[in-house]
T-cell receptor, first 113, second 112 residues
Framework: GDSVTQMEGPVTLSEEACLTI???????????LFWYVQYPGEGLQLLLK?????DKGSNKGFEATYRKETTSFHLEKGSVQVSDSAVYFC????????????FGTGTRLKVLA | GAGVSQSPSNKVTEKGKDVELRCDPI?????LYWYRQSLGQGLEFLIY????????KSGLPSDRFSAERTGGSVSTLTIQRTQQEDSAVYLC??????????FGSGTQLSVL
């Protein structure tokens, strides 16, 4: 079945460092891909998405490119801030004919001032 | 309200008791999802509703778990004979058209 694998955390970075959180997926069709973020004490919210190969999703300085050839959707940011500290979840919509969302296990990011 | 509402926000129960968790989705959202978030386990899919029907209930861990949705709106997740391993945060989300999910704040369930 469809699945998502993302790098384990926690990831600890200094402010202004570069960030990459790896995400790869397994799917038989052409899923849409997402990154959701959960800030401390808040609910999950959509960060960015891409719906087809080579699409780039971007928001709040974060970017991710839908790479079908490597089945990846890595999250990147050039300069992180303390306020980016959160748990990041990679997700896809199932290709099984329903709108079932499948999430990765989440990666906790901690940014130090 | 404007967002997805879940109640109660916290529930402490004794092992063997039944619990009901409620989710009020955003008005007009046809799809509703239940997930379980355990410490260090990420989001575990439980069940998905389209309208009042559940095309995919493959994630329900056992027959102690059931869910229903009425009027294409409110959903209730019921856990019978709770066990300690059921302790987790139960998240509800809704969407329209299968794209962006809107999550509630969750119900923290603690089984003693």
């Amino acid at each position: 079945g469809d699945s998502v694998t993302q790098m384990e955390g926690p990831v600890t970075l200094s402010e202004e460092a570069c960030l990459t959180i790896n995400c790869t997926y397994t799917a038989t069709g052409y899923p849409s891909l997402f990154w959701y973020v959960q800030y401390p004490g808040e609910g999950l919210q959509l960060l960015l998405k891409a719906t087809k190969a080579d699409d780039k999703g971007s928001n709040k300085g974060f970017e991710a490119t839908y790479r079908k050839e490597t089945t990846s959707f890595h999250l990147e940011k050039g300069s992180v801030q303390v306020s980016d500290s959160a748990v990041y979840f990679c997700a896809l919509t199932s290709t099984s004919g329903t709108y079932k969302y499948i999430f990765g296990t989440g990666t906790r990011l901690k940014v130090l001032a | 309200g404007a967002g997805v509402s879940q109640s109660p926000s916290n529930k402490v129960t004794e092992k063997g008791k039944d619990v009901e968790l409620r989710c009020d989705p955003i008005s007009g959202h046809t799809a509703l999802y239940w997930y379980r978030q355990s410490l260090g386990q990420g989001l575990e899919f439980l069940i998905y509703f389209q309208g009042n029907s559940a095309p995919d209930k493959s994630g329900l861990p056992s027959d102690r778990f059931s869910a229903e949705r009425t009027g294409g709106s409110v959903s209730t997740l019921t856990i019978q004979r709770t066990q300690q391993e059921d302790s987790a945060v139960y998240l509800c989300a809704s969407s329209f058209g299968g794209e962006k999910l809107f999550f509630g704040s969750g119900t923290q369930l603690s089984v003693l």
